[in-house]
């Protein structure tokens, strides 16, 4: 095993991180200057802010409240996912869940190039 290798690994790793937590910040500082959707073009990009709403459920209270403790199993863990597609199938209604969970709203935000045609 090559010592440069796995320092250059650690390096990039470093770097990585540094990055992710650049763009973290940056993320957070464009969201929090809108909040409600947003799509428009600013200079040579377009920026589209888009909210959802997020359920965080409680483990304890979303297990009192299924009808049938087979379902839990299933479970295992809140999983907003599972417990969405259990709604949609009808084993659980949006009424037995109410009170098992905290909502969020999470911004994602979008950047893209604005395509100019090139002049030829």
């Known amino acids: 095993m090559n010592v440069d290798k796995l320092a250059r690994y650690c390096r ?11 763009l973290e910040q940056l993320r ?5 200057e809108f909040s409600q959707d947003a ?5 040579d990009y377009t920026l589209k802010i888009v909210y959802q709403e997020k359920r965080h459920y409680n483990d304890q209270q ?3 409240a299924l009808p049938d403790p087979e379902l839990w199993k299933a479970l ?9 597609a259990l709604v949609k199938t ?3 209604s949006e009424k037995s869940l109410e009170g ?3 909502t ?4 994602y935000l979008y950047v893209t190039p604005t395509l100019r045609e090139t002049q030829t």
């Open 104 to 107: 969020a709203r999470t911004p």
């Open 28 to 32: 957070r500082e464009i969201t929090n």
């Open 90 to 92: 009808g084993l659980l």
């Open 62 to 64: 979303l297990a009192a």
């Open 76 to 84: 295992f863990k809140a999983d907003p996912a599972k417990i969405s």
């Open 12 to 22: 990039l790793k470093a770097q990585i991180k540094q990055t992710e937590d650049e």
């Open 39 to 43: 799509e428009f073009s600013i200079g």
């Open 100 to 102: 098992t969970y905290t």
